[in-house]
Nanobody, 120 residues
Framework: QAQLTESGGGLVQAGDSLTLSCAASGRALRSGGMGWFRQAPGKEREFVAAIAWKGGITYSDSVKGRFTASRDNAKSASYLEMNSLKIEDTAVYYC??????????????WGQGTQVTVSS
């Protein structure tokens, strides 16, 4: 069964950096594009970044210029480097695989979620 395993969440101060990692099974990684999403308490799931199979990357306007997404197919992994973190970035972050673009409904596989909390 395909699995995604996330790591790297934690508590940081505004302006700090944090990198999230997502280890995917070969089947999940090879199934298509990978994505990063987040959900804050009381809010809808929000698109963060998407990485196509060949490496093309799309970012949401809210993180563009601050976050960098990538994938390493040889390691069956994706990453989300978050810089200049803001309090409003606080959310549970999810990695996903088997989909395309910013629509979370297109993804077949999901990680368990990892909490990122940004304080002032």
């Amino acid at each position: 069964q395909a699995q995604l395993t996330e790591s790297g969440g934690g508590l940081v101060q505004a302006g700090d950096s944090l990198t999230l990692s997502c280890a995917a099974s070969g089947r999940a990684l090879r199934s298509g594009g990978m994505g990063w999403f987040r959900q804050a308490p009381g809010k809808e799931r929000e698109f963060v970044a998407a990485i196509a199979w060949k490496g093309g990357i799309t970012y949401s306007d809210s993180v563009k210029g601050r976050f960098t997404a990538s994938r390493d197919n040889a390691k069956s992994a994706s990453y989300l480097e978050m810089n200049s973190l803001k309090i409003e970035d606080t959310a549970v972050y999810y990695c996903a695989a088997g989909g395309i673009g910013p629509n979370w409904r297109s993804y077949s596989y999901w990680g368990q979620g990892t909490q990122v909390t940004v304080s002032s």
